[in-house]
């Protein structure tokens, strides 16, 4: 591998601190200018790093939190194990409300609690100890999940081919190759070489200030474009494959991503072009029955009207609508790419039968 590569697919982007009593993150807001590094010590920088996007993408929030839950508990001085459980879950419960789209927070949250109810009986000391290597698991599982994705993924395209993305599902967001850019990172290791347009994902730019940074200095041939570009390289016959992240997937296969990921969709079904969803298993969420039922997270108008430029870019009472994800329909996916293989339609089946299995 080329060390540009290693460089790009091997990035600290998450990890406890060295004390265990706290996170160091890279800071995704200063991308692309600078690397700045921060330590995360007190709920409410922890709680502020996701809603802020410092962290972001859905794996890499719950690799924090997880990391998160456990620094914090680390700091406590409590010996009594009701206590201490008790303390755990209003932790949890905080963390937890930072963001609500992506299901991997709760997930690596409940993951841990869940140790903590399973140790009712053990002195604190211990439950600390099972915290420590279940966060960890956490994030050596998600290496493993990526690199399988990668794989899976790669063999639904070919050298040469153009692949267009959406938002940024590299390895800042995930563990090393991430997901939908694992393909494209693990073909580059093999030698092969695609064409990638990477939408720059408005508001917040994650497609300008992320995948495009990721793949350039991975020496991945990205072209950036505009969101509403997507149409015109499609037509020109550019595109031979869709490849986006996601951050919940109902138990019918309607995927929650990045607002824009489903007008991508719409312009691919017009085109022929396939499009695929790939994201790891603690992704999928069966208990929510359809795309309906996946709380969109709405933030700040000032994202649409003033950040980024030198000046506002409408009237400060204009108002302004600004999900930040919205609902891709099942109907327009040729197969959501997760570790344990690819998902065809009728999703309802084959999500459930990738749990099923032992
Ligand atoms: O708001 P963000 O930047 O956290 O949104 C991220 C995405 O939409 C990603 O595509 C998704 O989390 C998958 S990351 C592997």
Redesign the pocket.
Known sequence: MSSELQQVTHIDNVRLGDDEKSVVIIDQTQLPNRTVYLTLRTPQEMYDAIKL?QV??????GICAGYSIYALARQWDITDYAAFAEKFHEAKEYLNSS?P??V?LSWALNRMEDVVKRSSGKSVAEVLDLLGKECRAIHQEDIEMCRKISEYGLSLIKDGDGILT?????PL??SRY???LGPLFLGKEKGMEFHVFSDETRP?L?GARLTSYELQKAGIDVTLICDNMASIVMKNGWVQACF????RIAANGDAA??IG?SGVAILAKHYGIPFYV??PTS?IDLNCPDGDHIPI?LRDESEIREKWYAEPMALSEVKCYNP??DVTDHSLIAGIVTEKGICRAPYTESLAALFAEK
């Open positions: 996007l972001r993408g859905a794996p890499a929030i963001r789209t992506a991997n959406h938002c940024n599902a590299g967001a995930t991430g997901t939908a917040l994650q986006v992240g996601c951050d991503n990045k990921t790939l994201g992704t997270e930040a994800f």
